[in-house]
């Protein structure tokens, strides 16, 4: 059983197109966070969210703690943008996470 | 500062042999977590250290892992003997304690042969 679910799990989105993914979770956690995982395999963390939403350029996160649901919006896509995003929620005290199995963003130009 | 730097980037060794992986946090980070990621089972928490204490190893898949964190600055994973389901990508990350932005190295990429 996933703590964290993701979808979808493959995503192939033309340039400029809007693109949602979506994390649900079924554990108690004292924050979210979305990552990004680049071919050859960097990891950068996106966002860290405990409530409300979040926007950093072309990106905006929410996140309903009651429903316990995150999504990951990306605004006017771009091949740059193709990546694994991976949604991933720290229970207890500090970041010891729960990963989603990731999605594969392919943005076509 | 740098950033998480972990060494080797990439490391390829025979079956039964010891391997070691390393890995500097953040300066002022107090927590350090290592996780390994593989195409089966994506990434998996191993161990969490705060302040150089190992918090949470539940994790660590058997016996032949260990990990050390002798002091604020420096971790070791090691894995003896090593066998070929032990190939994957290693993380470290680091943050500081409570629900902040956690900062991945590069990664290990281990293969055994």
């Known amino acids: 059983k996933n703590e964290v679910e993701q979808s979808p799990q493959n995503l192939t989105a033309q340039e400029g197109e809007f693109i949602t993914i979506n994390c649900s979770y079924s554990?108690?956690?004292?924050?979210l966070h979305w990552l990004q995982q680049h071919p050859g395999g960097g990891i950068v963390s996106l966002f860290m969210?405990?409530?409300g939403k979040k926007k950093h350029g072309r990106l905006i996160a929410t996140i309903n703690i009651q429903e316990k649901h995150s999504s990951l919006h990306i605004t006017a896509s771009h091949p740059r943008d193709s990546a694994v995003y991976i949604c991933?929620?720290?229970?207890?005290?500090?970041?010891?996470?729960?990963f989603g199995t990731g999605t594969s963003l392919t943005v076509i130009p | 500062d740098a950033g998480v730097i972990q060494s080797p980037r990439h490391e390829v060794t025979e079956m039964g042999q010891e391997v070691t992986l390393r890995c500097k946090p953040i300066s002022g980070h107090n927590s350090l977590f290592w996780y390994r990621q593989t195409m089966m089972r994506g990434l998996e928490l191993l161990i969490y250290f705060n302040n150089n204490v190992p918090i949470d190893d539940s994790g660590m898949p058997e016996d032949r892992f260990s990990a050390k964190m002798p002091n604020a600055s420096f971790s070791t994973l090691k894995i003896q003997p090593s066998e070929p389901r032990d190939s994957a990508v290693y993380f470290c990350?680091?943050?500081?304690?409570?629900?902040?932005?956690?900062?991945f190295g590069q990664g290990t990429r281990l293969t055994v042969v």
């Open positions: 991933a929620v720290a229970g207890g005290t500090g970041n010891q996470f729960y």
């Open positions: 990350a680091s943050s500081l304690t409570g629900p902040t932005e956690a900062f």
């Open positions: 554990v108690g956690i004292s924050a």
């Open positions: 969210l405990s409530s």
